[in-house]
C-alpha cells in the first residue's frame, strides 16, 4: 500500500463556490451572487518561491485598474466607460458603455504582502505573491504507517 501526497491549495475556497448557500426562496441575492461570481476568469499556481494569479480582462488599460490590499485580502477592480457622439444635419446619434468588476481573494499567511507585483499585458493582468521565508522552505511532514500489532476486522 502507498499513500499519496495530497497538498491541499490555501485558495481552494476560491475556486468552487459554496452551493450549500444558496437559497432558493430568496432569488434576488442569488441574482446578485451570481453576478458577483461570473467575474473574470482567474488562474491560480503556486509555485515554491510564489503564487502566480492570471486575471483575463482584455479591453481594458492600465489606468482603468484600482489594486489594494485591505485586511488580508488582495481586492482588485476595475471600471470602463465610453461615449460615442455623432451629429449629422439629420440626426444625433449617442452611444455609452459602462463595464465593471470587483475581485476580492483572502491571502494565506504565507505571502509577504509587501513583495506583490503587478503587471497588465495583453488583456492579462498578472500577479506574482512572493511567499514568506519560511513557507519556502516548508516541506509536508511524512507519517508513516505501521502495519504491526494491528487487528483485522472481517464484516460478514
Given at each position: ?156
Amino acid at each position: 500500500m502507498s499513500l499519496i501526497n495530497f497538498k491541499k491549495s490555501p485558495f481552494e475556497s476560491l475556486m468552487t463556490p459554496n452551493f450549500l448557500d444558496f437559497d432558493i426562496d430568496n432569488l434576488i441575492p442569488n441574482r446578485l451572487l451570481m453576478r458577483k461570481m461570473n467575474g473574470p476568469a482567474l488562474n491560480i499556481k503556486e509555485k515554491a518561491e510564489e503564487f502566480e494569479i492570471e486575471l483575463a480582462a482584455p479591453g481594458y488599460n492600465k489606468k482603468d485598474f484600482e489594486v489594494n490590499i485591505d485586511d488580508g485580502c488582495l481586492n482588485i477592480s476595475a471600471t470602463k466607460s465610453e461615449t460615442t457622439e455623432e451629429e449629422n444635419q439629420n440626426y444625433r446619434r449617442k452611444e455609452f458603455s459602462y463595464n465593471s468588476f470587483e475581485k476580492s481573494l483572502q491571502l494565506p499567511d504565507s505571502v509577504a504582502d509587501d513583495k506583490i507585483k503587478a503587471k497588465y499585458k495583453n488583456g492579462i493582468l498578472k500577479f506574482s505573491l512572493a511567499k514568506k521565508e519560511e513557507a519556502k522552505n516548508h516541506k509536508p511532514k511524512m507519517i508513516e504507517i505501521s502495519w504491526k500489532n494491528t487487528e483485522l476486522l472481517y464484516l460478514n
